[in-house]
């Protein structure tokens, strides 16, 4: 694990923030490009501690830095001892430390107060940022055994409890409040929304994200598949740690059923999104999913795309609500495709529902409104401290 250069003393009412992840990757949109951004973009300094050389990331020179082992699989045990160490001998040299993985809050606890003279004073805010519906989120994870899987889930729900005791919560959807019995503010995964975006085209869908089985990877390259011969082209942007997925993949890009790009940072990703016709959420029907909002969906509206998703709840409710979409079942590329080529042959439909999609993500999911919000919730925190 590898350390920082020496940094400038604090000054005024800077505060110095440890944003810590084993899980992400280092240039995650939330984590990165949103709530760093942020920050940085206050005058706050940030301390960020991530898995850089195991994601083969180079390290942003405009913070602080720490590279520490990625937490993967049941392999996970060298990132926590890791993460441990670095929370015991930086955290009390800053103001906050932000966490972004469940695993990280056994680690993170206590945390000494930071040193001053021959005494102590001013512990850090320790806050969790919880990302998922944890619990529910245990019942997919492929590397624990399918036997052991309500175990975890009811483990990581008695632990989540405890967490709520001893940390300071963010949630990242308003669903979330009901796991817990105290309110918690929440920075929801909203996004950056450009004044103005191009005409959607016609012959082009995107998907952006990371690629699982849950995630609806395999119906994407059936889709991909069925357009194949048709105008329409589909464009896969994101990463997969399935190696069945990774094969299939590269499988269809070769055979022209699609365009993989693989992972690219989300600054560049959302770029990609300009001019196409409409953007893919293909999520399966599953207990992590259903309170939460697919932040695919947001990103699509605010880079004036139409979307194509199937009926996750929360999903539903947003394309329904802001007219900007058309709903798909869960598990059936036919249909996803079908409903594909029904708007390359309107394209005055797409048109509207591309509109509609960008004017309600200026109005209710706009970054630039939520990340001065996420900002002032941890300075008031600090400000709050004994």
Not at 131 to 144: P, Q, V, Y
Not at 208 to 223: H, K, N, P, W
Not at 291 to 313: C, D, F, N, R, W
């Amino acid at each position: 694990m590898s350390g920082p250069p020496a940094r400038v003393p604090r000054q005024g009412s800077r505060m110095r923030v440890l944003v810590v992840t084993v899980v992400h990757h280092p240039l995650d949109a939330r984590i990165f490009h949103r709530e760093i951004a942020a920050l940085l973009a206050a005058g706050h300094d940030v301390t960020y501690a991530a898995p850089f050389t195991d994601y083969a990331v180079d390290r942003p020179p405009e913070m602080v830095t720490w590279d520490l082992p990625r937490a993967v699989g049941r392999s996970r045990l060298a990132a926590l001892r890791a993460a441990g160490w670095l929370l015991r001998s930086q955290a009390p040299e800053h103001d906050v430390v932000l966490l972004h993985d469940p695993e990280l809050l056994a680690a993170a606890w206590p945390v000494p107060g930071r040193r001053r003279g021959n005494g102590t004073s001013g512990a850090p805010v320790m806050v969790w940022d919880v990302h998922e519906d944890t619990s529910a989120a245990m019942t997919m994870k492929s590397w624990i055994p399918g036997r052991m899987h309500r175990t975890a889930a009811a483990a990581f729900g008695k632990a989540e409890s405890a967490a709520a005791a001893h940390f300071r919560l963010l949630l990242a959807e308003h669903a979330y409040s009901d796991r817990f019995d105290e309110p918690h503010p929440v920075v929801p995964n909203s996004t950056t929304v450009p004044a103005q975006v191009p005409p959607p085209g016609d012959d082009r869908v995107v998907y952006l994200g990371s690629l699982t089985r849950a995630r609806g990877g395999f119906e994407l390259i059936d889709v991909g598949r069925l357009l194949r011969g048709s105008d329409v082209v589909l464009h896969v942007i994101g990463p997969t740690s399935d190696p069945a997925l990774d094969r299939a993949l590269a499988a269809a890009a070769g055979a022209g059923d699609l365009v993989w790009h693989g992972f690219v940072p989300n600054d560049r990703a959302l770029e990609l999104l300009a001019g196409a016709m409409a953007g893919l959420s293909l999520l399966h029907d599953q207990a992590n999913y259903r309170h939460s909002q697919p932040t695919k969906v947001i990103e699509y509206m605010a880079h004036g795309l139409a979307v194509v998703t199937t009926p996750t709840p929360l999903a539903v409710e947003l394309v329904q609500g802001a007219d900007c979409g058309v709903v798909v079942p869960f598990e059936a590329p036919e249909a996803a495709a079908e409903a594909i080529r029904e708007l390359a042959a309107d394209p005055d439909l797409v048109a509207r529902l591309a509109a509609n999609g960008h004017a309600e993500a200026r109005r209710s999911y706009n970054w630039q409104v939520d990340g001065p919000r996420f900002v002032a919730v941890l300075q008031a925190w600090v400000d709050a401290r004994p």
